[in-house]
C-alpha cells in the first residue's frame, strides 16, 4: 500500500496503541513482499482484511478475513474493531474458553450443512460467532464419554428429539453442581411434556 492509503489505517491502529504502551503495531504490504506485482507501484483491490496479533513470539490470526468496502478512511475502518479486539483477548486471556456441544440424541451441530433442511439441522452460525470471539467449539458425545470434562466453561444442548438416557442426564447434572453453565435451545412449539422426560425433570430442578 501506499503511504497516503497506509495513513487512516496507521491513524486508526494508533488508537490502540494510545490506550496501552503493550500494543505496538506494523503495516507490511505482503503483495509486494512476494513480488507478485510486475509494477511495483502497482496497488491491490484491498476488498479484505486479514488479522494478526503477536504476543511474546506467539501468533494468533483471526478465524476469517474481514470484508473490507470502505475507501479507507477511519469511519470505514471500524470494521476492523472486533476481530482486533477478540485476537487480543485470545492472546492475552490465562486459558482458553470452551463451549462443548451434546451430539446425538438428534441434537443440532454446530457444523455448517448443505442440502435440505440445513438449517433445521445446523446452528452453525451460533458456533461462527463464538469461534470468531475466539471461543473454541467442541463436539461431546456424552452417550459415550459419560461425562462433562473438567475444562467445559458451558454446555450447549440444541434441539433434541429424543430423550437422554439417565446416565447421560447424571452426567449433565454432576457437571451443573460442580458450578457448570447449561445453555439448552428447544423448539418453542415443541411439547416437552409429552417427550424428553428425563431432560424435563433435570431442568425443573434449576
Not at 470494521?79 to 443440532?108: C, F, Q
Not at 461431546?140 to 467445559?152: A, G, I, N, S
Request: hydrophobic share 40%; charged share 25%; glycine share 6%.
Amino acid at each position: 500500500a501506499t503511504a497516503a492509503t497506509n495513513e487512516p489505517f496507521a491513524s486508526y491502529l494508533n488508537l490502540y496503541a494510545q490506550a496501552s504502551d503493550r500494543v505496538t503495531f506494523e503495516i507490511v504490504n505482503p503483495y509486494k513482499e512476494l513480488s507478485l506485482f510486475s509494477d511495483p507501484g502497482e496497488e491491490a483491490s484491498l476488498t479484505t482484511i486479514e488479522v494478526f496479533v503477536t504476543l511474546d513470539g506467539q501468533e494468533h490470526k483471526h478465524p476469517d478475513p474481514v470484508p473490507f468496502t470502505g475507501s479507507g478512511d477511519v469511519g470505514s475502518l471500524r470494521v476492523l474493531e472486533e476481530p482486533i479486539v477478540n485476537a487480543i483477548v485470545a492472546m492475552t486471556r490465562e486459558k482458553a474458553t470452551r463451549v462443548y456441544v451434546v451430539d446425538g440424541r438428534g441434537s443440532k451441530t454446530p457444523q455448517r450443512l448443505e442440502g435440505e433442511n440445513a438449517d433445521k439441522r445446523s446452528f452453525s452460525t451460533f458456533a461462527e460467532n463464538l469461534v470468531k470471539r475466539s471461543i473454541e467449539v467442541r463436539l461431546l458425545l456424552l452417550h459415550v464419554d459419560k461425562m462433562v470434562p473438567d475444562d467445559c466453561d458451558a454446555l450447549v444442548i440444541a434441539g433434541p428429539t429424543e430423550d437422554f438416557s439417565m446416565s447421560e442426564i447424571e452426567a449433565v447434572a454432576d457437571y451443573l453442581n460442580r458450578g457448570g453453565r447449561l445453555l439448552v435451545l428447544l423448539d418453542p412449539t415443541e411439547n416437552l411434556v409429552d417427550s424428553r422426560q428425563r431432560l424435563r425433570t433435570l431442568l425443573a430442578l434449576y
